[in-house]
């Protein structure tokens, strides 16, 4: 069995970085490594958001940072990415299904195919588009 003791004794002692401000070249160099993955990301730049805040705060957990500055800084360094790159994040009513650009189709469109409703129904054209819309909200596939 495993002596616990010499486990714990074999850890090794990180220096703790007691400031949490990188140099600006540092963090310039940082958005520079970052800007060619947000430029190739698809669909869009926020794609490499979070992987690549995750893995800057890795590098910089690991090198003594505290979490919570290492999150900070790996924050700031993205969101420069991000700036450089020109992303905009879109309003939270644009990323809403149904949202086109002069409004909402749902008043007046079938909340699952888009198409015209008639006027006896007020969310889905047919029964069929009802149980569609229902099954992809809890996550079911259908077959076929």
């Known amino acids: 069995m495993l002596d616990r003791t010499t486990h714990r004794n074999r850890r090794r002692e990180r220096p703790v970085v007691v400031g949490f401000r990188m140099s600006k070249a ?15 990301a698809q669909p869009t730049a926020f794609a490499w958001e979070g992987p690549g805040r995750h893995a800057l705060r890795q590098r910089l957990c690991l090198k003594g940072w505290r979490w919570s500055h290492a999150d900070m800084e790996a924050s700031a360094v993205v969101h420069g990415a991000l700036d450089v790159v020109g992303a ?3 309003l939270w009513i644009e990323g809403q299904m149904g949202y086109c650009e002069s409004g909402f189709l749902r008043d007046e ?17 047919s029964n069929h588009c009802r149980f569609v819309a229902s099954q992809s909200l809890h996550g ?3 077959a076929g």
Do not use: A, T
């Open 26 to 40: 540092k963090h310039d160099e940082l958005i520079d490594l970052l800007v060619p993955f947000m430029q190739e």
């Open 88 to 90: 905009k994040r879109p």
């Open 140 to 142: 079911y596939q259908l």
């Open 109 to 125: 469109h079938c909340w699952n195919c888009g198409s015209p409703l008639p006027e006896q129904r007020k969310k889905f054209c």
